[in-house]
């Protein structure tokens, strides 16, 4: 029997991703790590500029740089996998988020580590661990304006 684990949640536009519901699936349902390219994820997620920032840019995607804890980033464990979600979105084909391991990411691309063992959740897992932010955990439907 494995222990629970921490309730940890991902925030990403207008939803919230259950990590520790991910890490319960992934547990139950075993799988090989894959290789997540560190260069190109950090690019993607915005750290190669966070030590650094443009103000005259606009982040896509990524941690606010006076939000981000470097010194528990460079504390982080990078032989532990990181979580990639697979976001469905209608007539494309799934998109992959980075849900967990956005410290471990930021400290590999910093020490030059080329790549880091991910797991890959399915859509359907996914769909699992995903809440609308608006509606909350287990509800479906809204009731009046946001």
């Known amino acids: 029997m494995t222990t629970p684990h921490r309730q940890q949640w991902f925030h990403y536009h207008v939803w919230v991703f259950?990590?520790?519901?991910?890490?319960?699936?992934?547990?139950?349902?075993?799988?090989?790590?894959?290789?997540?390219?560190?260069p190109t994820w950090a690019q993607a997620f915005g750290l190669t500029r966070i030590d650094n920032?443009?103000?005259?840019?606009?982040?896509?995607?990524?941690?606010?740089?006076?939000?981000?804890d470097r010194d528990y980033a460079m504390s982080t464990d990078l032989a532990e996998p990181v979580?990639?979600?697979?976001?469905?979105?209608?007539?494309?084909?799934?998109?992959?988020?980075?849900?967990?391991?956005?410290?471990?990411?930021?400290r590999a691309w910093r020490e030059g580590v080329p790549q880091l063992p991910a797991y890959l959740l399915t859509v359907a897992e996914s769909r699992q661990v995903q809440q609308d932010r608006w509606l909350?955990?287990?509800?479906?439907?809204?009731v009046g304006p946001r």
Request: glycine share 8%; net charge negative; hydrophobic share 40%.
């Open 18 to 38: 259950a990590v520790h519901t991910a890490m319960s699936l992934i547990d139950a349902a075993p799988r090989p790590t894959r290789s997540l390219d560190v």
């Open 53 to 68: 920032p443009d103000p005259d840019t606009i982040g896509l995607l990524g941690p606010a740089p006076d939000a981000f």
């Open 83 to 106: 979580i990639v979600a697979h976001l469905l979105i209608d007539g494309v084909e799934p998109s992959p988020l980075l849900i967990d391991g956005t410290h471990r990411l930021y």
């Open 136 to 142: 909350g955990p287990g509800r479906t439907w809204r």
